[in-house]
Antibody
């Protein structure tokens, strides 16, 4: 079945970086963009950016420009999101979600989420 | 950035009730509006895309309508598994933005 499986929970110190993976299966990896969305505890959904697995092209929310990098390894159908210079406000659940490259834009399959805790 | 608002922020309803949630965009987004359902500890689930298209596998009691700046999500007969938080999201322009959510709980 179509699924996105994310890497496990992370605990990081302020100033460190975290890299979350998102492994796709059940569909053609390069036919869908991968988006990243985060959610702090008890808060709403915040879009971070997107990556096209075919071209490697990316687009980031201005808030994260300079701190986020989205990459992929097409040989293993895996996308990555790296966030640097972590601060306590980055503590959240991070989700990957696929979005069709063509047609109506919507995030139709989501990963299970990765909890990132930033604490000294 | 396009700002999304939702009303109400929460509501209490009973099984079998008809529930309507409203979403408003700060500028016209045509029909580039999606709805998601999220249960505690789970990832969001796509319900409705392009304002009124039902995602495959989603029960027909869910429906969406609207265009421009005003949109609604309707649950025709609330079921026990529908108690959750609902988010609207615009896909008209980058950055993608979500509404703050509407929590539906049991009366």
């Amino acid at each position: 079945q179509v699924q996105l499986v994310q890497s496990g929970a992370e605990v990081k110190k302020p100033g460190a970086s975290v890299k979350v993976s998102c492994k796709a299966s059940g569909y053609t990896f390069t036919s869908y963009d991968i988006n990243w969305v985060r959610q702090a505890t008890g808060q709403g959904l915040e879009w971070m950016g997107w990556m096209n697995p075919n071209s490697g092209n990316t687009g980031y929310a201005q808030k994260f420009q300079g701190r986020v990098t989205m990459t992929r390894n097409t040989s293993i159908s895996t996308a990555y999101m790296e966030l640097s210079s972590l601060r306590s406000e980055d503590t959240a659940v991070y989700y990957c979600a696929r979005r069709p490259v063509r047609g109506v834009s919507r995030m139709d399959v989501w990963g299970q989420g990765t909890t990132v805790t930033v604490s000294s | 950035d396009i700002q999304m608002t939702q009303s109400p922020s929460s509501l209490s309803a009973s099984v079998g009730d008809r529930v309507t949630i409203t979403c408003r965009a700060s500028q016209s987004i045509s029909s580039y509006l999606n709805w998601y359902q999220q249960k505690p500890g789970k990832a969001p689930k796509l319900l409705i895309y392009a304002a009124s298209s039902l995602q495959s596998g989603v029960p027909s009691r869910f429906s969406g309508s609207g265009s421009g700046t005003d949109f609604t999500l309707t649950i025709s007969s609330l079921q026990p598994e529908d108690f959750a938080t609902y988010y609207c999201q615009q896909s008209y322009s980058t950055p993608v933005t979500f509404g703050p959510g509407t929590k539906v709980d049991i009366k």
